[in-house]
């Protein structure tokens, strides 16, 4: 299978798009521990030896890295399992390029649109293209595989 | 891969309840566009110039579609990946539909009767009977290939 | 394809790591349902026959084990998805077991630090290794296939 090198190509996009995700974690752990807010008393004792209760607590940079790597759960996941049924079609290669590049870049332009909170309709573009694309890989994988 | 009608079949049902699922996102968006709530504050410019962050709250109508979105989440993830591997291991053509059919159907009610907020225990069923197939499918991937 | 050694090791793991991930969902309604604590008012039901409104709260237990789920689809998901990819790489059959086993071990480790709420850093190093595990097969997958 990964001689085909449309499914190469999805390989480097799709491993690309989930380490992007996955950097969410780390970046939501930075602002926890450089603003001292936490979702569990044990995790506390990271910066009180005391282990303050006070710091459980929510914060609005914290809860929009959050809601950042959420919509990436939303849009990233579908964005893999289509793409692996797209890449079993055997697309042509630059029709599959096409669709992978849009989404990795609309994803990582996404992400900074979200955490840098730019003006809309930047982000909710950004998320609709990658919609899009999925949504046109879809309408591949159905129309040369329909079997109900 | 794809000459397998199995492989067919499960292509096919997985791209339609991914796709049920991606159809969360446009209904949260509708739900705050209509009702005027919003997560972020650089999106209260959809519908106030003036950019109003009393709209920033939460309101019960949009939470629902949001829980129902990560309980699609929750189950139809596993089913992907744990039924990509099912239809790996052969099985009988009959099977494979009944399991992917059951699937498809469950869920689709479970969005119903999440966000119609039928009378329980409808959800809870619907739940469970999607529970059930992707346990019977991972049942049969590792009596299968069990190999630790 | 599963044929495979490598295949049938991580058909093995990535459907353990799926079902203990799975689990969460019942442990929630447990949860749930012996704290009295809703999400939704048709489901108080379940345990008054008048629906009391006032069950639809949260709880510190609940939100604890939500969360854990929550963890487990940022991590494990991204596991499966990079661990299927790296599988077709052909690596080696022990390093693909050492990646696989390492990645088991430290989400159910995971899962019962978050649960019983032990001292940090037993979770947040359990967590540490299961991120490291997937970026090191990400690593093979870009430089075995990299096609940008």
New interface residues.
């Given amino acids: ?2 001689d085909s ?1 449309v499914f ?2 999805f ?6 798009v ?2 992007k ?2 950097l ?2 780390p970046l939501t752990s930075y602002f926890r521990l450089t603003r001292k807010v936490f ?5 506390t ?2 910066v009180s030896s005391a282990g303050d209760k006070k710091l459980v607590r929510t914060d609005p940079d914290v809860e ?1 890295v959050r ?1 950042c ?1 959420q919509n990436d ?3 990233i ?2 964005f ?3 793409g692996l ?1 797209y890449a ?3 697309p042509e290669l630059s029709a599959a390029l096409l669709h992978f590049r849009l989404f990795a870049g609309s994803r990582i332009f996404h992400t900074f649109a979200y955490v840098a ?5 930047s ?2 573009l950004s ?1 609709m293209l990658g ?1 899009l694309v ?2 046109s890989m ?1 309408y591949r ?2 129309s ?5």
């Fill in positions: 299978m990964m090198q190469q190509s390989s480097t996009y799709a491993t690309i989930i380490l995700m996955m969410m974690s979702a569990n008393p044990e995790d004792k990271f929009r809601r790597h759960l939303e849009n996941i579908p893999v399992v289509v049924l079993l079609t055997e909170a730019l003006p809309q309709p982000r909710g998320w919609m999925t949504f879809a994988v159905l040369t595989v329909l079997f109900l």
